[in-house]
Nanobody, 123 residues
Framework: VQLQASGGGLVQAGGSLRLSCAAS????????MGWFRQAPGKEREFVAA????????YYADSVKGRFTISGDNARNTVYLQMNSLKPEDTAVYYC?????????????????WGKGTQVTVSS
């Protein structure tokens, strides 16, 4: 599967952005889909994930209540709606696909990665 992330940009603190991850080659519903982010000088970290069925979602504590992950199987696309953005959310955001049925929060468990999209939140 090929993944293409988009939707990043520059936004003021308190603002919103919606990231999209379009999957091609195989249906996104065949995978657990996740979003990760990496800030300069830091390790890549888990942000959110959605189960294959779309019935379960998982979030890092730092984004819980502010970010929402969702999937559109008809469009083979996963979204990350980010509200109440903070400067510490500034990072390159990556979407990833895990072919296993379990949900993992670890980047090394992901099988496929898209190119990142930059999110910058100004104070």
């Amino acid at each position: 599967v090929q993944l293409q992330a988009s939707g990043g940009g520059l936004v003021q603190a308190g603002g919103s952005l919606r990231l999209s991850c379009a999957a091609s080659g195989r249906a996104s519903s065949s995978y657990v889909m996740g979003w990760f982010r990496q800030a300069p000088g830091k390790e890549r970290e888990f942000v959110a994930a959605i189960s294959r069925s779309g019935g379960s979602t998982y979030y890092a504590d730092s984004v819980k209540g502010r970010f929402t992950i969702s999937g559109d199987n008809a469009r083979n696309t996963v979204y990350l709606q980010m509200n109440s953005l903070k400067p510490e959310d500034t990072a390159v955001y990556y979407c990833a696909a895990d072919s296993h049925s379990r949900v993992s929060y670890y980047p090394y468990d992901m099988d496929y990665w898209g190119k990142g999209t930059q999110v910058t939140v100004s104070s």
